[in-house]
């Protein structure tokens, strides 16, 4: 079982950035693809952005793209998700989630993910 802790969340008026930490104590993230999902208001866990287990491949949503970066740490077994430019519509819980597996393909759907975090509570105001 592997267990994942966000941090970093908090709230940001429009235009601000946060950027988002998940580590897994005890763990190594070098062989697994990470990503991250979030739940806005009204709405299913979608996915965010995600990058495969050696970082070549790096997939983001369309509308996240210019505004979010992943990155990770493996020497600190920490992956990253900074936000920049953010808006109303980004407030929600931001979650890390793991899969291992060393390949190419980056999942985006939720069940493609065994391991998840809590969560971390991100709120964007005007």
């Known amino acids: 079982q592997v267990t994942l802790e966000e941090s970093g969340g908090g709230w940001v008026q429009t235009g601000g950035s946060l950027r988002l930490s998940c580590t897994a104590p005890?763990?190594?993230?070098?062989?697994?693809?990470m990503a991250w999902f979030r739940r806005v208001p009204g709405k299913e866990r979608e996915f965010v952005g995600g990058?495969?287990?050696?970082?070549?491949?790096?997939q983001y949503v369309d509308s996240m793209k210019g505004r979010f970066t992943i990155s990770r740490n493996n020497a600190e077994n920490t992956v990253y998700l900074q936000m920049n430019g953010l808006k109303t519509h980004d407030t929600g819980v931001y979650y890390c989630?793991?899969?291992?597996?060393?390949?190419?393909?980056?999942?985006?759907?939720?069940?493609?993910?065994?391991?998840w975090g809590q969560g971390t509570q991100v709120t964007v105001s005007s």
């Open positions: 990058m495969n287990w050696s970082g070549a491949n790096i």
């Open positions: 989630a793991a899969r291992a597996e060393k390949a190419w393909t980056v999942f985006q759907s939720v069940d493609s993910y065994p391991y």
């Open positions: 005890g763990r190594t993230f070098s062989t697994y693809t």
